[in-house]
Nanobody, 138 residues
């Protein structure tokens, strides 16, 4: 069973940067769509960024566009979320989640998903990490 592990969270001042990593053992993350989600206290979990497994496409929620970048390093079997110009409202527990490319391809073929944006919701991802805390505070 696929297990993903997040790392890289921490405490950073406003305007600072962090890079989160999502890794897995025994599975090739290149064959999975990867989503980064976050949940702040008292708020619902939201999809921050997703990267497709079947197309060269990415999605970012409006609040992080231009500041966050998701990328794959297939040689290291890792997906990164580079977070720049962090703001206090970015404070949350960040999760990495994975969905197999067969699932994404099937959802696309039947029209359930028409873009990586449409896939970037919790219910499409079955393998979740434990989360890494990001705190932005002066």
């Amino acid at each position: 069973q696929l297990q993903v592990v997040e790392s890289g969270g921490g405490l950073v001042q406003p305007g600072g940067s962090l890079r989160l990593s999502c890794s897995a053992s025994g599975f090739t993350l290149q064959n999975y769509a990867i989503g980064w989600f976050r949940q702040a206290p008292g708020k619902e979990r939201e999809g921050v960024s997703c990267i497709s497994s079947v197309a060269p496409s990415t999605y970012y929620v409006d609040s992080v566009k231009g500041r966050f970048t998701v990328s794959r390093d297939n040689a290291k079997n890792t997906v990164y979320l580079q977070m720049n110009d962090l703001k206090p409202e970015d404070t949350a527990l960040y999760y990495c989640a994975a969905a197999p490319e067969t699932y994404e391809a099937r959802q696309r073929s039947v029209g359930e998903i028409t873009s990586i944006q449409a896939m970037c919701v919790s219910r499409h991802f079955g393998a979740w990490g434990q989360g890494t805390q990001v705190t932005v505070s002066s």
